[in-house]
């Protein structure tokens, strides 16, 4: 998106402002496909817990965010800006800790990358919340601050999204393992 954009790192602009314009679509299929993604691991990998629903509920704010667009510019906070920026804050709140909760069952080093990144995930929402209140935080400007944290933001999303693909397998035996020792005592 940040090709398409012509928007170098660090960005200019939020990660829903790439969704504005006529390649828009190409923010609302990544939207889409980043939330659809562990959903369909879930499917091969199903982990005990919260993760099923805590994941429908990121996915649901995912598909508001790609399908309802930000004003340009950022500036403006039409109602539809505002139902936008509600989808993002349920996705990016809601996705990763779907994540985590899936990711429980994985153990050892993939478990403890998870809460690495979990907790960089906070530190850096922390941040896109400081400079959302006009704060310079990187010193590039509130805006751009904003921005650049958001976009870290989204990358660490990715990266959990990207573990949980690798862990999947990990899982799924795990989960089959403890099946069969449940199955096999009682």
Do not use: C, K
Request: net charge positive; aromatic share 8%.
């Amino acid at each position: 998106m940040q090709v398409i954009a012509n928007d170098p790192f660090p960005p200019e602009i939020s990660v829903s402002q790439y969704g504005v314009g006529p390649p828009g679509w190409v923010f609302t299929v990544w939207a889409l496909a980043l939330a659809a993604a562990p959903l369909l691991l879930l499917q091969h990998a199903p982990a005990p817990g919260p993760a099923r629903i805590l994941l429908w509920v990121g996915f649901s704010g995912a598909l508001v965010m790609a399908v309802v667009r930000t004003d340009e510019g950022g500036g403006a906070m039409s109602w539809h800006a505002q139902v936008h920026m509600a989808g993002a804050v349920v996705a990016l709140v809601f996705m990763p800790l779907g994540i985590l909760f899936a990711l429980r069952a994985a153990g050892g080093v993939i478990r403890r990358t998870a809460n690495a990144l979990a907790v960089t995930a906070a530190v850096l929402g922390a941040l896109v919340l400081v400079s959302a209140t006009g704060v310079d935080t990187a010193g590039f400007g509130a805006a751009r601050s904003w921005a650049l944290w958001q976009g870290a933001l989204v990358v660490v999303e990715m990266l959990l999204v990207t573990l949980y693909a690798v862990a999947a397998g990990r899982i799924a035996t795990r989960m089959s393992t403890r099946m069969n020792a449940v199955g096999g005592d009682g």
